[in-house]
């Protein structure tokens, strides 16, 4: 960070290379679990939708994982400045991505309860990748610049996030007019709904993220910031 | 820092070894109910320049300070200040406990006799009793006051140092290392020491070690090769510096 050199202690370098380590892995799999919960959803498919909901305690296990490391982090290299905030984003990060890998598991559980046997694929279901991939890449883009220590990349992402609500706002106009023409529908769209609710909620996690990685880089609040700007 | 006016402040002062300059162009403001702290790399200048805030240079002839200190707005440079008075005011602690070879009740009683604080015995006694109270040794002391100072553990002498510091009632203290000799539990001892004299006493301190700064002060200063780099808050130093060479320095990235 800042200035990229190393501590004067090897092995605290190691320890954060670690800490970063855990942090993107455990990003790829909440990427991995939406994408894949996503896709159950669109096919039907429910034995992907089951793969997703046990590969959740592996995101479970890492946020353990972080939590131990970093409770070992502060006790053994008491940290300073930048090195002590981002330890503790990283901590709150974890958190975080354990959040959205549990609304990737919640889309995956309502996939039997939308694709009911004998029921017409519903055309809304169309709309929800493209804004479950709009969400996505929020969390890629938080956790990458989490990665590279990269302010500005964090505040593009924050910035996004109100893009990601428009979508969400015509999803749900569009899903209710859906099931006033189709009241058969009531109760599988109904879970579309939640599918739609959970990706905007993903979304505002990423932006918390972003805004963490903010902090962490600059020793700045990014609404604050924003408010002075 | 703030309206009331400081008890202590620097204005561009120097400090040359002969040819070499130790200090450079430092100002910085001391001031009642504050711990100030002074951080930096050995060599930095950091404890050279706290001997100049009680003239502890004018002991090596090499030694030439410029610029203007000036304690309560009166510049203690001038030729018209008294040292020993002034010695006073600004008591020291060093880094190695260093009592006299007399009993504990001489060591604090000492400075009063001398500056003439104390008209009868029972004045003396009650400076001493005062004294070590404050320093929070006069519990493990009071029933063997005519041991020698010498016979007390490392911790107690350096308590016993602060009671003696503290006897001549000063208004400032500079403590130069005061716990890098001793071990954890007298350590912090005397951290507790320091955050109890918080309010009687202007007290600034020299340490190695940046989390006995951060525990103990309000406010840190790092200077780094004679020049102060950095001063502020002690939690925006330690959180959010704002010097490249502050953060560098208390992450331990130095080089």
């Known amino acids: 960070m800042g200035t990229g050199q190393e501590h004067t202690v090897k092995a605290f370098d190691q320890d954060i290379k670690q800490l970063r380590a855990l942090i993107s892995q455990m990003g790829g799999l909440a990427e991995q679990a939406l994408h894949d919960a996503m896709k159950a959803l669109q096919r039907g498919d429910t034995s992907l939708a089951d793969q997703v909901r046990g590969k959740d305690k592996a995101i479970d296990a890492i946020e353990s994982e972080v939590e131990k490391l970093v409770v070992r982090l502060i006790a053994l290299r008491a940290p300073m400045a930048d090195d002590l905030r981002e330890v503790i984003a990283a901590l709150k990060i974890a958190a975080v991505i354990e959040r959205i890998g549990d609304y990737a598991k919640n889309v995956a559980k309502r996939v039997p309860l939308i694709h009911t046997e004998g029921e017409d694929r519903i055309e809304a279901l169309s709309l929800l990748p493209s804004m479950a991939q709009m969400a996505s890449d929020m969390v890629h883009d938080a956790l990458d610049a989490f990665a590279s220590r990269d302010a500005e990349g964090a505040a593009r992402v924050c910035q996004r996030d109100s893009a990601l609500d428009d979508f969400y706002d015509s999803i749900f106009r569009t899903l209710v007019t859906f099931m006033v023409e189709n009241p058969r529908t009531v109760s599988q769209v109904a879970h579309l709904l939640f599918v739609a609710k959970n990706i905007e909620r993903i979304g505002d996690h990423a932006t918390n993220v ?5 902090f962490a880089a600059t020793g700045r609040y990014l609404a604050d910031e924003a408010a002075a700007a | 820092m703030t309206d ?8 561009g002062v120097s400090v040359f070894y002969g040819d070499k ?3 450079k162009d430092v100002s910085i403001d001391i001031d009642m109910d504050k711990v100030t702290a002074f951080i930096g790399p050995s060599g930095c200048g950091k404890s050279t320049f706290l001997r100049t805030l009680n003239r502890m240079n004018d002991t090596i002839s090499s030694a030439r300070v410029t610029g203007e200190i000036m304690l309560d707005g009166e510049d203690i440079y001038a030729s018209a200040m008294d040292v020993v008075q002034l010695r006073a ?4 602690v060093f880094q190695k406990p260093n009592p006299f070879p007399k009993s504990i009740y001489e060591n604090v009683a000492y400075g009063p006799r001398i500056h003439g604080l104390a008209p009868s015995r029972a004045d003396l006694d009650a400076i001493v009793e005062r004294s070590l ?5 006069w519990e493990e002391v009071k029933d063997r006051l005519q041991d020698s100072g010498t016979a007390l553990s490392g911790g107690q002498q350096q308590r016993l140092c602060i009671a003696r510091a503290i ?3 000063p208004e400032v203290i500079l403590m130069d290392e005061p716990a890098s000799a001793l071990d954890p539990i007298a350590t912090a001892k005397i951290e507790e020491l320091i955050h109890e004299l918080r309010g009687r006493y202007a007290i600034a301190i020299v340490t190695h070690n940046m989390q006995q700064a951060a525990r103990v002060s309000q406010r840190t200063a790092f200077f780094h090769l004679g020049t102060l780099v950095e001063y502020g808050e002690t939690d925006q130093i330690f959180t959010t510096p704002r010097e490249e060479r502050t953060k560098d ?5 130095y080089g």
Do not use: C, N, W
Not at chain 2, 4 to 11: D, E, G, I, N, Y
């Open chain 2, 21 to 23: 300059q130790a200090v």
């Open chain 2, 167 to 169: 006897a001549v009632d």
């Open chain 1, 210 to 214: 972003a805004e963490m990685v903010y």
């Open chain 2, 89 to 92: 005011r600004v008591g020291m």
């Open chain 2, 133 to 137: 109270k404050r320093a929070g040794l």
């Open chain 2, 249 to 253: 320095y208390i992450t331990g990235r």
């Open chain 2, 4 to 11: 009331a006016p400081h008890k202590m402040s620097a204005r």
